[in-house]
């Protein structure tokens, strides 16, 4: 599955190796994987487009701290 995928990271991601890419193609499929970027061979969690949408709102308003 993960092998098709196409895989975006974040252009924040400078912050020294600590980064996850997902794959919005599969958002329409209503799953959204994530990977650690370090290990793209390793696994892939998927979550549901609601739970990603809440997790990206919840850091573009501050709620998970610095």
């Known amino acids: 599955m993960t092998e098709h995928l196409l895989w975006l990271k974040s252009s924040y991601s400078g912050n020294?190796?600590?980064?996850?890419e997902w794959a919005p193609g599969q958002a329409s499929?209503?799953?959204v994987p994530v990977r650690d970027s370090k290990i793209v061979e390793g696994p892939v969690l998927?979550?549901?487009t609601a739970s990603w949408?809440?997790?990206?709102?919840?850091?573009?308003?501050?709620?998970?701290?610095?």
């Open 16 to 20: 020294g190796g600590q980064c996850i």
């Open 53 to 66: 949408r809440r997790f990206v709102s919840g850091i573009c308003n501050g709620q998970f701290g610095a």
């Open 29 to 31: 499929e209503g799953a």
């Open 46 to 48: 998927a979550f549901t």
